[in-house]
């Protein structure tokens, strides 16, 4: 059991990026450690190639690595980190666009997204949903795209995922407004092959019966190599 002294005496995020930009060696290893498995959802669920996901992540910690004395802590370091790791996938995603790519491509990709511990575990319509949702996810504009996932999929509160995009709060509730109106056409059908459960229910930040569902993370972060990324 930990006492107050040992919660004490474990540096903050904002503690271990001073550390770093003293010269601490390990210090910003931990930061990715602690932070690693949500920027790799959020670079994953954006992008949905495993391999752009993988580049976006070790872009975004490069870019924080060497960044870090720019940190004026006006919010969360994991927002800051947040906030760079979305701008990565954006401009990947926005030199992407023209690269048309086969719907057996588009295909394979997805079920990349699963890990094979996880597609064991969920059931097959589950595993469906997940493949149509992402799919549908994928025709959306990148900002779009970004807002949904950080709210819908990954559980953001509206105004922390408006300091991680850099954008009014209201922007971000009109990304995810018009986002949710185009993608409700595509999984309806979806929802009614349900058996009458409703995917969009439930969550703190869904307009009801609308948002995205959110979709079990992957497993493996081992893509984002090296701690703090490719120096």
């Known amino acids: 059991m930990s006492t107050d002294s040992d919660k004490a005496s474990t540096p903050t ?13 390990d210090a910003f290893g931990e930061i990715v450690r602690r932070h690693r ?10 992008l949905g190639d495993r391999e ?4 976006a992540v070790q872009d975004a910690l490069v870019s924080a690595y060497r960044a870090a004395h720019t940190f004026r802590g006006q919010s969360a370091v994991t927002t800051w980190l947040h906030r760079i790791t979305v701008n990565a996938c954006l401009d990947r995603a926005r030199k992407a666009a ?27 319509e589950r ?4 493949r149509e949702l992402l799919r549908a996810l994928r025709t959306l504009p990148e900002e779009q795209r970004a807002a949904l996932v ?4 990954q559980g953001f509160p509206v105004a922390e995922a408006a300091a991680i995009l850099d954008i009014p709060t209201g922007t971000v509730k009109s990304r995810c407004a018009r986002g949710r109106a185009r993608l409700l056409p595509l999984v309806t059908h979806l929802r009614a092959d349900g058996g009458g459960s409703n995917p969009a229910s439930g969550g703190r930040n869904r307009a009801q019966g609308t948002s995205v569902p959110p979709t079990a993370g992957p497993k493996d972060t081992g893509a984002v190599k090296g701690g703090g990324g490719r120096a």
């Open 13 to 25: 995020d904002a503690d271990l990026l001073a550390l770093h930009v003293k010269g601490d060696p």
């Open 37 to 46: 498995d949500r920027l790799w959802a959020v670079a994953l669920r954006t």
């Open 52 to 55: 752009e996901a993988a580049d």
């Open 98 to 124: 023209s690269r048309r790519t086969s719907p057996v491509a588009d295909t394979e990709r997805l079920e990349q997204l699963l890990e094979p511990e996880e597609s064991a575990a969920i059931p097959a």
């Open 127 to 130: 595993q469906d949903l997940h």
């Open 150 to 153: 950080l709210v819908d999929m």
